[in-house]
Nanobody, 117 residues
């Protein structure tokens, strides 16, 4: 069955960095676009970053405006893993972060990111 397992969250000071990982199994990873979402307390879940399925060795990426220039989404099809590198973190980035298969209703359990000021 489809499984998505996020890791890499934690507590970090403002300006710090974290790298989230999402290990995927149970489907053909390289053929599927993937997304990272987040949900802060009292707010709706939002799409943070999206990476397309591979076209040769290239991928399309898209980002939420508020994270552009700070976050980078990437994927390693050999490892069935999608990453989210988060730099210059801000307190408003505090949320539970989830990965998701684009267009399919499969979610991981989430990983908590807390940024202190």
């Amino acid at each position: 069955q489809v499984q998505l397992v996020e890791s890499g969250g934690g507590l970090v000071q403002a300006g710090g960095s974290l790298r989230l990982s999402c290990a995927a199994s149970g489907f053909v990873f390289r053929l599927n676009a993937m997304g990272w979402y987040r949900q802060a307390p009292g707010k709706q879940r939002e799409l943070v970053a999206h990476i397309g399925a591979s076209i040769g060795n290239s991928f399309t990426t898209n980002y939420l405006d508020s994270v552009k220039g700070r976050f980078t989404i990437s994927r390693d099809n050999a490892k069935n893993t999608v990453y989210l590198q988060m730099n210059n973190l801000k307190p408003e980035d505090t949320a539970v972060y989830y990965c998701k298969i684009a267009g399919r209703d499969y979610w991981g359990q989430g990983t908590q990111v807390t940024v202190s000021s």
